[in-house]
């Protein structure tokens, strides 16, 4: 059996990082989710010398600190973390946002429903495409 798709979201709102715990707890599809609260925190937690590191990342844009747009585009000129796919997982629907996160490098853009149903589909089939795209060596291809 294939293991579960690793995710890790990447997003300030409390609110918003309890809501995907919960859709994540009600998909079908095996998947884990791991949650941090900023750019930074993503950060530390996947330089660490021995972190798993995730399938797919979400990552918000608007964000204190470090925007979404910041990480992106850290994550996408480090060596270990540049072939992590990122979808950005946001409100915003602004053409020059959209633009942008592609510009750096982004896998996709997802704008984030605020119907919690219309959510947890969006998350069953991002899940469900991930599955099949992800590489069966990931993570062991990264060289450290």
């Known amino acids: 059996m294939t293991r579960p798709l690793r995710v890790l979201l990447v997003d300030d709102s409390l609110i918003d990082r309890e809501l995907a715990e ?14 941090v609260d900023s750019g930074s925190a993503a950060l530390q937690r996947l330089l660490q010398p021995e972190a798993t590191m995730p399938d797919v990342i979400l990552l918000d844009i608007n964000m204190p600190g470090m925007t979404g747009f910041e990480v992106l585009s850290t994550f996408k000129t480090h060596p270990q973390l540049s072939v992590i796919p990122v979808v950005m997982l946001t409100t915003s629907a602004q053409t020059d946002d959209v633009t942008r996160a592609y510009t750096l490098h982004a896998s996709a853009y997802l704008l984030k429903s605020i119907h919690f149903q219309t959510f947890l589909e969006q998350m069953e089939k991002l899940i469900e495409f991930w599955m099949r795209a992800r590489l069966t060596t990931w993570p062991q291809m990264i060289s450290i």
Do not use: D, G, I, W
């Not at 919960?22 to 949650?35: D, H, K, Y």
């Open 22 to 35: 919960t859709a994540f707890e009600l998909l079908r599809s095996p998947c884990t989710l791991e949650t």
